[in-house]
Every structure is written in structure tokens, then in C-alpha cells.
């Protein structure tokens, strides 16, 4: 029996169906595509995590990210429980990203002049020293201490997504102020865990990943862009620093450090290339002998791979990376990272006792008053001394909202947390502390862009306005 191809207008999406999904799916892609919906998802992951916890499957759930799971064959197998999965394997895809954005950054971004990274990167070190400060001082004496780094880090999916949300309300500057802040605190949060929190180190796991790491950096010198040795030498690198002891999320650090910065094509020889298969696409199309189902035309679709293969060679392996892998760190690595992490069983809980001890009152005020503090009064630093500068159309008034979204924690402080603990009492009041202190930090930023970036004269006013005390 012969079947009579689709009409080619067909072809070009007029089956109803497709209308169809396409009015069903349209309003998802467009919330999955907007800034906001990465820090819209982890705060519902984070909220379902916590009634999840304090219901009857809260037992069910915890056994369940212990169980263990094993891959590899033979003697090549590792095994680990999904907790550490999670937290070993996946979250080196969010360091990936958070390298990949960094060396951005630093290229051709905000951190790529010396008076533009200024301001952020003295904010972050004030943000990083002030909150490890008030930590420490409640908590001087081990093991309570080794968790001075939890109240250190920023969230910036959820820091931004809020910040985004009153777009009317600031000048695009402090985003972009609070997204170069974040990235420098995650640099040195990243730093912090690979000094700090490392264990015993295998020597020979060690020489193994920095052999590795030079052959990915020979890769780069030598011009390779194609993506698929970079992932194979990635995963050898992280099961060597895995074994190495030194955490092994930073091997989706150095990954991203190696991965080219420069697309195979310049955009004038992407320009003539376009013209010349765009010329012979036209010449198929309006060829009388050409098939009108494009199923049927090879040349047409050799074309169009062609044009496919172009398009890619003029975008960098660090864009087209970081854009493949983004949506998939923020909708998928790091729900199940706060799923896995941030539940808290409340229901045989003395909260007032568990608010009130020193580890909870460390991360909450390190998070809450020190990123406060610590961001507002190294940016008037860096501006006072005249290495730094405000963004433009940025107020003081902007940044010390930008300050208080300083304390969000969350991503970056519960995998610290993990890290800096073994008992699991200490680690329930880490997170207790790191749950209030993002919680009261959106709030207090949230309220204060919201009903305070209007028009007026600022509690704090630009060093060439003259009153640039705090």
C-alpha cells in the first residue's frame, strides 16, 4: 500500500496537534527561560523538602538517599550511597558552570577590567572575612569551628532570581553588580573547600589528576574545540580527585578553566560561509526539479547540516558548554541537591534550644549581619581608597539591598555544611542556621529594594557626592 508523503506546508508545523502542544508547552519554556525560574524552583524543591521531612516519609526518604549505588565493572567499580552521588558527582556539573561563568567573567565580563572587578571582588572578600569572623568568635573550640566556612558563601540562583523579580525597581547595574559578587564568592568558597575541607590526600590519586589536568591544558594550546575529549579527560579528572581526597567537585573547576574561551570561526568568516550555503539553499528551493518534501531533497538537508555545523564552530566550547549545561544544573542538579540536603525533621525538635545554640547563631548572624556588614563596608572601602568604583546608575541604597540578598546562602552553605560536619546534630543546626538566615536575608532585601529604592537621598551617598560615610 503506498502512503502519499505529508504536503510540505505540513511538514512546517500546521498539524493541529502541534498547535496544540505548542500552546501547552509555550508557557513552560517561556518560565524555564527566564532568570527568575532557577531560584522559583529551588525555593519550591526546598519547601516541598521540609513537609516532606516533617511527614511519615521523612524516615523513608532519609534511608533512600542512603542506599548505596554502584557503577563500573569488575575491579573498576565505584560505589557510593545517592546522598554522596549527588553531592560528589552531580554538584561537579554546578561547579562546572560556576567555573565556566567565572573564567567568563574574567575574559570579557565584569571582571575583566581591574576598576570594573574591583568593587565586587573587594565586596566578596568583605562578605567572606566578616561572616567567618562572627562564626568563629561564637564558636572557637573544635569541632564546632571547622564549620566557619558554612556562612561564607551567596546563592547566586536564588540571590538573583530575587533580584530580577524587581527589575522595575533597580538599575540592571546591581544585577549585574550582584552576579560579578557572587561569582567571586564562589571562587573563594571553592578555595576554601580545596584548602580547608580536604582529608588525607593520596599522593598518587594527586599526580594522577594533575597529569590529567596537563594533558586537558595541551588540548587547549593545541586548538582542540571538540567537546567530547574535554567530558571523557573531565570524568578521569574527577575520579582522581575523588581518590586524591581533595574534594571532588573542584575537578569541575579546573575543568572549566581548560575548556576554549575562542570559537573556530570568526564572525566574518561565519558571515561568508552563512552567504555562500544560504546562496545554494536558495538555488535548491527555487529549482522546479527540487522535491517539495524536504524528507526527499539530500542536498537541501546537507546544506542545512552544514549551516548546523557553522553555526557551533562561531560560538566558543565555553558558551555552547555553558548554555547545554545550565539548565540542566539549575533544573535538575540543584533541586536534587536541596532535595537530598535540606531536609529538616522539626517535629521532636527544640527549636528555641536548636535557634539559640552557638552553631546556629554563627551561620544565622554570619549570613544575615556579617554579608550585610562585610559587603557594605569593603565596597565603601573600595570605593574610598579609588580602586573601585559603583556601577552606573547604581545607589548606595541599591547595594545595601544587594548586601542584604548577600545572605542567602543556601546551595553553596549546605555543601559546606556537609563537609565541615560528621555529626549529624551539629549538621541539623547548620542547616537550621543556613534555612533562617536565607529566609530573613530575601525577605530584608527583598523589602528594602522593594519600598526603599525609590527616589530619595540615600543613607549612603557616592565618595564624589561628599558624605560618603557609613
Do not use: C
Not at 575491579?75 to 560556576?98: K, R, S
Not at 530575587?162 to 522595575?168: F, G, N, P, R, S
Not at 547545554?324 to 529538616?344: E, H
Not at 546534630?425 to 538566615?437: C, M, P, R, V, Y
Amino acid at each position: 500500500m503506498n502512503v502519499r508523503p505529508p504536503e510540505a506546508t505540513k511538514v512546517f508545523g500546521e498539524y493541529p496537534l502541534e498547535r496544540l502542544f505548542g500552546r501547552i508547552l509555550s508557557p513552560l519554556e517561556d518560565f524555564l527561560g527566564r532568570t527568575t525560574a532557577g531560584g522559583l524552583v529551588l525555593m519550591g524543591t526546598t519547601v516541598l523538602t521540609l513537609i516532606a521531612a516533617n511527614s511519615p516519609l521523612g524516615e523513608p526518604l532519609a534511608q533512600f538517599w542512603e542506599q548505596p549505588m554502584s557503577i563500573g565493572m569488575g575491579a573498576w567499580t565505584l560505589e557510593q550511597t545517592l546522598h554522596h552521588w549527588i553531592n560528589d558527582g552531580l554538584m561537579a556539573l554546578f561547579f562546572l558552570v560556576v567555573g565556566l561563568e567565572l573564567k567568563r567573567e574574567v575574559l570579557v565580563g565584569e571582571l575583566a577590567s581591574l576598576r570594573d572587578a574591583a568593587l565586587p571582588i573587594f565586596a566578596a572578600i568583605g562578605g567572606m572575612v566578616l561572616p567567618a569572623a562572627i562564626y568563629l568568635a561564637l564558636n572557637p573550640e573544635p569541632p564546632a569551628a571547622h564549620g566557619w566556612g558554612i556562612p561564607m558563601a551567596t546563592d547566586i540562583a536564588f540571590a538573583i532570581g530575587i533580584l530580577v523579580l524587581l527589575a522595575w525597581r533597580v538599575p540592571r547595574g546591581l544585577v549585574i553588580f550582584l552576579m560579578a559578587l557572587a561569582i567571586a564568592d564562589d571562587l573563594g568558597a571553592v578555595l576554601v573547600i580545596a584548602i580547608f575541607y580536604t582529608g588525607h590526600l593520596d599522593v598518587g590519586a594527586l599526580v594522577s589528576a594533575a597529569a590529567t589536568l596537563g594533558v586537558l591544558m595541551l588540548l587547549n594550546q593545541g586548538g582542540i574545540r571538540q567537546q567530547l575529549p574535554y567530558w571523557v579527560l573531565g570524568v578521569i579528572l574527577w575520579y582522581f580527585m575523588l581518590r586524591s581526597g581533595i574534594h571532588a567537585t573542584i575537578a569541575g573547576i579546573l575543568l572549566a578553566f581548560t575548556i576554549p574561551a575562542r570559537p573556530a570561526r570568526t564572525p566574518e568568516q561565519f558571515d561568508a560561509r552563512v552567504s555562500q550555503l544560504l546562496a545554494a539553499f536558495r538555488a535548491h528551493a527555487e529549482d522546479p526539479s527540487t522535491p517539495s518534501d524536504p524528507l526527499t531533497s539530500h542536498d537541501m538537508a546537507t546544506i542545512a547540516a552544514s549551516l548546523e555545523r557553522d553555526s557551533k564552530a562561531v560560538q566558543s566550547p565555553l558558551h555552547r558548554t555553558e548554555h547545554g549545561l545550565s539548565p540542566w544544573v539549575t533544573f535538575v542538579v540543584l533541586p536534587l541537591f536541596a532535595f537530598a540536603n535540606a531536609g529538616i525533621d522539626f517535629r521532636n525538635a527544640d527549636l528555641v534550644s536548636n535557634l539559640s545554640h552557638p552553631i546556629t547563631l554563627g551561620i544565622a548572624l554570619g549570613l544575615l549581619l556579617g554579608k550585610f556588614a562585610g559587603i557594605s563596608r569593603f565596597s565603601w572601602l573600595a570605593i574610598r581608597l579609588g580602586v573601585g568604583r559603583l556601577p552606573p546608575e547604581v545607589e548606595w541604597r541599591h547595594l545595601l539591598g544587594a548586601a542584604w540578598l548577600g545572605g542567602i546562602g543556601f546551595t553553596m552553605s549546605l555543601f559546606i555544611s556537609q563537609l565541615a560536619f560528621d555529626n549529624p546534630n551539629h549538621l541539623e543546626l547548620a542547616k537550621t542556621g543556613i534555612l533562617f538566615a536565607s529566609l530573613a536575608g530575601a525577605l530584608i532585601g527583598l523589602a528594602w529594594l522593594a519600598f526603599g529604592a525609590s527616589p530619595r537621598r540615600s543613607p549612603l551617598r557616592n565618595s564624589k557626592g561628599g558624605d560618603d560615610t557609613i
